[in-house]
Structure formats: structure tokens, C-alpha cells
């Protein structure tokens, strides 16, 4: 990735010195902090966490009070019942690991709630980025956050020029 940084930038820095290039950035930080529905979704997405949390918390506080009587009844059951009583508290255990990995783990529901949510946020800012570039005559706008390139004209795309290059320098080809 940074290696990829690196040869955009280089890129980026060859043309200007061959020729007049309109480069600009933007702060994708401050556009994320001071968009209203890039607010609106993280004050969503707070919510639905701190639903899933009281879901969540319910789930652990079942499990201790399971546990509390299982000890206090312990000696007085059957082993038969004892055991019963240990794969309940096994199960529940299990279901809330389960829980937690499906709505907070990396693939959650959480997580896929975010993605959904900022999709259409996203695409709008792209959009405008898109038109401030072109409107505006940029060659190139970067991110200044991240260094990527967010913006270019069609026109400075050398993936193709690369592609043949090394179709060439390999004696294979490519499609």
C-alpha cells in the first residue's frame, strides 16, 4: 500500500515538473467531522451499539444469575441435575460468545450496519469531489489524510502504457 502511496505521489510530482498540472487535496477528516449525515449515521449507529450493548448486557446478567443459583443449589442436586445445569450454563456461555462475534465481531451486524449507513454518505461526497474536479480543471485531487488519489483525468491513467510495458518486457500477453 505504501509502495503504492509512493508511486502515485512520484507520479503525481514527474508530471508537474513536464507539465502545467492543477493539483488539489482535500481533508477527508474534516469533511467526514462536519458533513450533517455523516452526524446523523454515527448518532444512528451509537444507538443500534448501545441497543446490541443492553441486549448483550442482559444476556451476561442471565448467565450470572444462572450461575449464582447453580451454586447456591449445587450440593443439594442430583448429579443427574448438576450436569444439566452445567451444559445450560455451558450453552448460554456459548450463545453469548456467539452473540457478541455476530453483532460486534469483524464481519457483525454492526459493522455491516455501518457500511450500509455511510454507503450512500460516501457517495455523495465522492460525487462532489468528482464534480469539483472536473468543474474546477484539477488534474488530480488527493486525499491529504490518507495520500489516495480521489480524483484524475482519464487522460493521466498510465495503467495500460504499464500493462503493454510489461506484456513486453515478460513475452506474455495481457487482456
Not at 44 to 60: A, M, P, T
Not at 88 to 113: A, C, V
Request: hydrophobic fraction near 35%.
Amino acid at each position: 500500500m505504501k509502495i503504492m502511496k509512493f508511486f502515485i505521489l512520484s507520479l503525481v510530482l514527474f508530471s508537474c515538473i513536464l507539465a502545467e498540472i492543477k493539483i488539489g487535496y482535500v481533508d477527508s477528516n474534516e469533511i467526514m467531522s462536519n458533513f450533517e449525515e455523516v452526524r446523523q449515521v454515527q448518532v444512528d449507529l451509537e444507538k443500534e451499539q448501545r441497543r446490541l450493548e443492553g441486549d448483550f448486557n442482559n444476556l451476561v446478567s442471565r448467565l450470572d444469575s444462572l450461575k449464582q443459583d447453580y451454586e447456591r443449589q449445587r450440593l443439594l442436586m442430583s448429579e443427574t441435575r448438576r450436569n444439566e445445569k452445567e451444559n445450560e450454563i455451558t450453552n448460554m456461555e456459548q450463545s453469548i460468545q456467539k452473540f457478541q462475534l455476530d453483532k460486534f465481531g469483524p464481519e457483525g451486524e454492526i459493522y455491516r450496519k455501518q457500511n450500509q449507513l455511510l454507503k450512500p454518505v460516501l457517495g455523495k461526497i465522492d460525487a462532489a469531489i468528482q464534480q469539483v474536479g472536473s468543474d474546477r480543471g484539477y488534474d488530480y485531487i488527493l486525499d491529504a489524510m490518507s495520500g489516495a488519489l480521489l480524483y484524475a483525468l482519464d487522460s493521466h491513467n498510465l495503467t495500460e502504457a504499464v500493462m503493454d510495458e510489461l506484456s513486453k518486457a515478460t513475452g506474455s500477453v495481457t487482456e
